[in-house]
């Protein structure tokens, strides 16, 4: 071996270790915080007085009052138990994971039966089951798809334990309603799923074409061929309709096309939806999470953000990230960063092996967490406490799926230094 050779795998072993030393820093706080996570989310599960399998979005009942089921932060919610019971690896019970998801069946489906202002496009009911009747952004269509698919997940499950009449007669009716009802608005518009804007939008059409393509599987397996093939040609109708929000010339995914009512100070269309979207259908991808177009906006959304929020100027240290909030002319609480969108970026960046990044964002919500680990909806842009919404389920979700994705990094890292 030459000196050179040697001076190169010193380095190796060096910069190796650096990256585990690196790592194993934020373990501890990663287990510890996912087991507050969990924990928490469990709170706001069918609590008391509350009809059975109701995941309140929050507990705060004022200031503001998101003491609802929506239909989408419940469906985000139970995607963490599903891939527990998905993956064999879980740390509840099998019994208590399928129980949950049952409930959360039982009542989606009460509330299917009952009158509403928009029927399968309505975005939340009040704690006993019945549809919200307050004047609110409706229809919301990301709603009906993220449910279809987490009940697609669940009944494939099922199946596979020799529970197919369950699956046929009991949820299987549900996820076609679901999907008849995304399958013909797939050209009309509808509200964003941050309640705001009327129009057409990036995240609602890649939650509802994966809720096709994957229900038009389902739908042949469940035998029902003809709707099978009208799922498919509908989610490929959406294929089309997504070029529409790629301005290349930008290099960029703008969020909402076709704007028809609503806040209409968005003028950048930067928004987290985007990468949302991405990571909300990683089970029918659309795109590579590596496009160039896609980490190009994802960095320009994080410039914006960093000249708005005080806090991302404070504390400049190389391993700490960027808050991150919903998207630059946000006036929500006078817009601040979210947890879940800083997680979104955690997220993305494990996904895409890079845990040294990934691991920064993650230190930005280890910062901004109350002592005792509960987190908010927002994170105040001037001085970093925590702001709206207290114990905000959608959060605790975002951590899960964000630490998920850390540990397996972290475990393909490990094979491939053993290689
Ligand atoms: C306005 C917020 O911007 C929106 O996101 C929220 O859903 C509604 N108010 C209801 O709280
Ligand atoms: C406001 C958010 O904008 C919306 O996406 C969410 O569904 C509700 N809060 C409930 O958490």
């Not at 929050?58 to 089921?69: E, F, I, L, R, T």
């Not at 679901?178 to 890649?206: A, C, I, P």
């Not at 960046?349 to 845990?355: D, E, H, R």
Request: a neutral charge.
């Amino acid at each position: 071996m030459n000196t050179f050779k040697i001076l190169f795998s010193f380095i190796l072993f060096l910069s190796i270790n650096v990256v585990g030393a690196h790592a194993a820093e934020l373990d501890h706080w990663v287990l510890q915080q996912k087991a507050i996570a969990e924990s928490r989310m469990r709170i706001n599960i069918s609590p008391h007085g509350t009809r059975r399998g109701a995941v309140v979005a929050s507990p705060s009942k004022q200031d503001p009052n998101y003491y609802y089921h929506w239909v989408r932060d419940a469906a985000l919610t139970m995607d963490v138990f599903m891939r527990q019971l998905e993956s064999q690896n879980h740390s509840l019970s099998e019994r208590t994971l399928r129980g949950l998801l049952w409930d959360y069946f039982t009542f989606s489906e009460y509330g299917y039966l009952l009158p509403s202002y928009d029927g399968v496009g309505e975005p939340r009911y009040n704690v006993d089951g019945q549809p919200n009747q307050d004047p609110w952004g409706r229809p919301q269509n990301d709603g009906p798809a993220l449910r279809a698919s987490l009940l697609i997940r669940f009944s494939r499950y099922l199946s596979a334990k020799g529970e197919e009449t369950l699956v046929r007669e009991r949820i299987w009716p549900l996820i076609r309603h679901d999907l008849n009802y995304v399958g013909q608005n797939t050209h009309r518009s509808s509200v964003d799923l941050w309640e705001e804007v009327r129009g057409h939008h990036f995240y609602t059409r890649m939650v509802s074409r994966a809720a096709l393509l994957c229900g038009g599987d389902f739908a042949r397996r469940m035998g029902d061929h003809a709707q099978a093939t009208w799922y498919k040609a509908q989610a490929d109708f959406l294929n089309q309709q997504l070029e529409q929000h790629f301005h290349r010339d930008l290099n960029q995914i703008v969020e909402t096309v076709g704007f028809e009512s609503g806040h209409d100070y968005k003028h950048s269309g930067l928004d987290v939806a985007t990468l949302l979207a991405v990571l909300h259908t990683q089970n029918e991808p659309y795109m590579q999470l590596s496009s160039k177009i896609l980490m190009d906006t994802v960095m320009s959304l994080k410039a914006e953000f960093d000249l708005r929020y005080n806090i991302n100027n404070q504390k400049k240290t190389t391993d700490l990230g960027s808050a991150i909030g919903r998207y630059p002319e946000d006036r929500y609480y006078d817009g601040n960063p979210w947890f879940l969108s800083t997680l979104a970026y955690a997220e993305y960046y494990y996904l895409l092996g890079n845990l040294t990044e990934g691991d920064r964002y993650m230190r930005r919500v280890r910062l901004h967490v109350g002592d005792d680990g509960s987190m908010a909806e927002q994170i105040g842009k001037w001085n970093g406490y925590m702001l709206s919404a207290r114990d905000l389920t959608w959060s605790y979700a975002a951590f899960l799926t964000a630490a998920e994705a850390r540990e397996k990094l972290i475990r393909m890292k490990k094979i491939k230094q053993v290689l």
